[in-house]
C-alpha cells in the first residue's frame, strides 16, 4: 500500500463531550442536567455509573491539552455543558462556568490547538425538562439565549462553532425509545423533539453570525449507511425507510428540503403524528435552513436491513467492535460521497469516527490496540479516496480523544486513544494514539506495517 497524502490545510484532531469528561458535576454553580437525573434511574446504565467525576477533564484540563499538543494534534473538538452556563436554562449567566471554557480555550490557543466548540452534546438543564424539554417550542428559544451567551463570551477567539451534535440520539433515543436521558418512549414526542433540535440549530446559526462575524458554523449529524440484505422488495423497502428514519428526516431539513414525503407517509400510517406535522409553524423549514459553512459527519457502521416476514437474515461475514459495530469502512467512503454530491454542503468536517476495543495495559504499562490502529487507518484511507474523488473533506476528529463514561454503556467500553484509569486518572496513550500523532505529523496515511 502507497502512502496517501491529504490537502497541506487539512485539519486533524480528536472529540470529546462535556459530560463524558469533564466531571464536577455540581461545581462552580453547575445545574443538574437530564444525564445526571438518568444516571439515578435503576437500570438506566449498564454499570450504574454516572458522569459524577468521569476523567476529571474541569480540574485536569491543562495536562490534557498538553497531552494533546505532545500527540501533535492541531484541532479539538469539545462541548460546553450547558447546565455550567445558564443553570436556569435561561436567564442568568453563570460566570463561573463560562471561565472554565474561556481557560480551556486559552489553553488551547497557546498550544496551537484551534478549538471547534459544540454547543450542544445532549446534558439539557433538568429544569427545562421539567418545563417540556425538547418536546415544546420554548426550549428551542432558551437553546438561542444559551448559543448567544456562549459566543458573546468565547467568539472573540473561537471561531469554528457546531450547533448540535446528533440530534438523532437527542431527539429519538431520548424521547421515542428511552435509551437516552431523559428517558420517554413516545414516538410523537421524539419527532417533536427532533423538530425542535432543527429549529433551534437554524436560529442559533444567525445568532453566532451576529456575535462572531468570521464565523464558520454548522451542524454534526450521525448517519448509519442503509443496506439491503437482498434485492427484494421487501428488504428495499426497509432500507428505504431506515435511511428515512435516521439520516434523512434529519438531513434534509437541513438542506432545505423540508421532511422526506414518504416519512411523513410512514409516520402518519404507524400513528406517530396523530395531529401530522402540527409542530412545523410558518417559517421553519426556512429556518432549519440556515446556510451553514460546514456539515460534521459522524461515522461509525453501517445497517444492513432486512424483512423479517421473509425468513432469516444472512449472516455477515464481518468483524466487529467491542461495543458490537460491524467494522465496514467502505460505508464512510459512500457516506461521504453521497453528502458531498447530493446536498452539496460546501464542507465537510468528520467529527466523529472511532471504535470501541477494551484493550488495556499489559505488562509494561502499554495499550497495544492494534485492532484499533487498523480501524482508524482504513477509515483514514477511504477519506483520503474520497478527497480524491472531489468530496470537499477539510479535517478529521477522532473519536475519542480519551477513554470516558459511554452513556448508557457506563464505563463498560473505551472508545480513546489515551486510556485512562478512572480511580487514579492516570492518562496512557495508546498505540493507536502514537500510530495518529504520527500520521498527523506526517499529513500522511502510511501503511500500518511502517507506522504499527
Request: aromatic residues 14%; proline residues 5%; negative net charge.
Amino acid at each position: 500500500m502507497t502512502q496517501r497524502a491529504f490537502p497541506s490545510d487539512f485539519l486533524w484532531g480528536s472529540a470529546t463531550s462535556s459530560y463524558q469528561i469533564e466531571g464536577a458535576a455540581f461545581a462552580d454553580g453547575r445545574s443538574e442536567s437530564i444525564w445526571d437525573r438518568f444516571c439515578k434511574q435503576p437500570g438506566a446504565i449498564l454499570d450504574q455509573s454516572n458522569g459524577d467525576i468521569a476523567c476529571d477533564h474541569y480540574n485536569r484540563y491543562r495536562d490534557d491539552v498538553a497531552l494533546m499538543a505532545r500527540l501533535g494534534l492541531q484541532a479539538y473538538r469539545f462541548s460546553v455543558a450547558w447546565p455550567r452556563v445558564l443553570p436556569n436554562g435561561r436567564g442568568a449567566v453563570n460566570q463561573a462556568g463560562l471561565d472554565f471554557y474561556r481557560r480551556l480555550v486559552d489553553e488551547l490557543l497557546q498550544h496551537n490547538i484551534r478549538p471547534f466548540v459544540t454547543l450542544y452534546h445532549w446534558d439539557l438543564p433538568q429544569i427545562l425538562e421539567e418545563q417540556g424539554g425538547w418536546p415544546v417550542r420554548a426550549t428551542a428559544e432558551a437553546f438561542v439565549e444559551y448559543a448567544d451567551a456562549v459566543s458573546r463570551a468565547l467568539g472573540d477567539t473561537v471561531k469554528d462553532w457546531i450547533t448540535h451534535n446528533e440530534p438523532w440520539c437527542a431527539g429519538l433515543l431520548g424521547y421515542q425509545n428511552g435509551e437516552h436521558a431523559p428517558g420517554r418512549k413516545n414516538w410523537n414526542d421524539g419527532l417533536k423533539a427532533s423538530h425542535h433540535l432543527l429549529l433551534s440549530h437554524g436560529w442559533a446559526v444567525d445568532v453566532i453570525r451576529r456575535n462572531v462575524p468570521q464565523a464558520s458554523v454548522g451542524i454534526t449529524l450521525n448517519f448509519t449507511p442503509a443496506m439491503p440484505a437482498s434485492r427484494s422488495t421487501e428488504d428495499l423497502n426497509a432500507t428505504r425507510h431506515f435511511d428515512g428514519f435516521f439520516n434523512r428526516w434529519f438531513l434534509d431539513p437541513v438542506y432545505g428540503r423540508e421532511y422526506p414525503a414518504d416519512m411523513v407517509r410512514d409516520y402518519t400510517e404507524l400513528g406517530y403524528l396523530p395531529n401530522g406535522l402540527d409542530f412545523v409553524q410558518d417559517g421553519d423549514y426556512k429556518a432549519m435552513a440556515a446556510t451553514t459553512d460546514f456539515l460534521g459527519v459522524n461515522y461509525y457502521s453501517r445497517a444492513v436491513l432486512h424483512d423479517p416476514k421473509t425468513g432469516t437474515a444472512p449472516k455477515l461475514d464481518s468483524e466487529y467492535t467491542d461495543i458490537g459495530w460491524e467494522v465496514y469502512p467502505q460505508g464512510l467512503g459512500d457516506l461521504l460521497k453521497r453528502l458531498a454530491f447530493a446536498y452539496n454542503p460546501g464542507k465537510i468536517y468528520v467529527t466523529e469516527n472511532g471504535a470501541s476495543y477494551n484493550d488495556g495495559p499489559d505488562a509494561n504499562g502499554e495499550v497495544n490496540d492494534t485492532r484499533r490502529t487498523q480501524y482508524l487507518h482504513d477509515h483514514l484511507s477511504v477519506c483520503s479516496d474520497a478527497i480524491a474523488a472531489g468530496v470537499p473533506l477539510a479535517g478529521y476528529f477522532v473519536w475519542s480523544l480519551m477513554d470516558n463514561f459511554e452513556w448508557a454503556k457506563g464505563y463498560s467500553q473505551r472508545f480513546g486513544v489515551v486510556w485512562v484509569n478512572y480511580e487514579t486518572q492516570e492518562r496512557i496513550p495508546k498505540a493507536s494514539a502514537h500510530w495518529y500523532s504520527r500520521v498527523v505529523k506526517a499529513n500522511a496515511v502510511q501503511p500500518l506495517e511502517v507506522l504499527a
